[in-house]
């Protein structure tokens, strides 16, 4: 996955964060390396809301809503956790893809494998 920050982008941001996830029957969890090099694990839910096909090309549009935990700068009450709502949008050829997405000053774009 790579990221861009709106707000406070400077060179100490990592911009590719080594995403591995999956989503099943609405379900989502993964791990990737967030912007300050911490590990950070998420889950929650995904819903798909828009759904077309342009030509070969098939869109789906949706929201995710969970939790992270590992970003010490953003936790709630000294928890380590934070909540999640994330807009996204796939973009498929076939099985092949790729992801676009955002989530507060965050955009990411990342690959996609659909089976």
């Given at each position: 996955?790579w990221?861009y920050?709106?707000?406070?982008?400077?060179?100490?941001y990592?911009t590719?964060?080594?995403?591995?996830?999956i989503?099943?029957?609405?379900i989502?969890?993964?791990?990737?390396e967030?912007?300050?090099d911490d590990?950070t694990?998420t889950?929650?839910?995904?819903?798909?809301?828009?759904?077309?096909n342009?030509?070969?090309l098939?869109?789906?549009?949706g929201?995710?809503f969970g939790?992270?935990?590992?970003?010490?700068?953003?936790?709630?009450?000294n928890?380590?956790?934070f909540?999640?709502?994330?807009?996204?949008s796939?973009?498929?050829?076939?099985?092949v893809?790729?992801?676009?997405?955002?989530?507060g000053s965050v955009v990411t774009?990342?690959s996609?494998?659909?089976f």
């Open positions: 996955m990221s920050h709106f707000i406070d982008n400077d060179d100490s990592r590719t964060h080594n995403l591995i996830a989503t099943y029957k609405g989502f969890g993964g791990t990737f967030n912007s300050n590990r694990w889950a929650g839910i995904q819903r798909d809301v828009y759904h077309t342009l030509g070969v098939s869109v789906d549009m929201y995710r939790l992270m935990y590992g970003y010490d700068k953003m936790e709630i009450f928890s380590g956790i909540p999640l709502l994330q807009v996204y796939n973009l498929r050829y076939k099985r893809g790729a992801q676009f997405s955002w989530a774009a990342g996609i494998l659909h």
